[in-house]
């Protein structure tokens, strides 16, 4: 059975860091893209970032460039997501997905075929 979990999510202050990891089980990791959304309640699920299966990566919310980096490590099946200079509009749930198409991963309405179960992340001001 396929599964990706999250962990790392917490509490911290604005101008903090975090970091957030997703481990993938029951599938090929390195032949899937791979990315992160975050949703805060009554708003849709966004895009963070998103990499490829090999590790390029993009970028959706504007308002993390240069701060989130996402990277990936395929012999230990696990993607990151570095979060520096945290603000208190980062707070949400964060969720890992995973998918065999880069467009399924990136592309509206964001239909991955996995997802995990989330984490949260609380930045106070």
């Known amino acids: 059975r396929v599964q990706v979990v999250e962990s790392g999510g917490g509490l911290v202050q604005a101008g903090e860091s975090l970091r957030l990891s997703c481990t993938g089980s029951?599938?090929?990791?390195?032949?899937?893209?791979m990315g992160w959304f975050r949703q805060v309640p009554g708003k849709e699920r966004e895009m963070v970032l998103c990499i490829n299966a090999s590790g390029g990566y993009t970028s959706s919310a504007g308002s993390v460039a240069g701060r989130f980096t996402i990277s990936r490590d395929n012999s230990n099946n696990v993607m990151y997501l570095q979060m520096d200079s945290l603000k208190a509009e980062d707070t949400a749930m964060y969720y890992c997905a995973a998918d065999r198409s880069w467009h399924a991963l990136t592309s509206s309405p964001y239909n991955p075929s996995y997802w995990g179960q989330g984490t949260q992340v609380t930045v106070s001001s």
């Open positions: 029951g599938l090929t990791f390195g032949e899937f893209a």
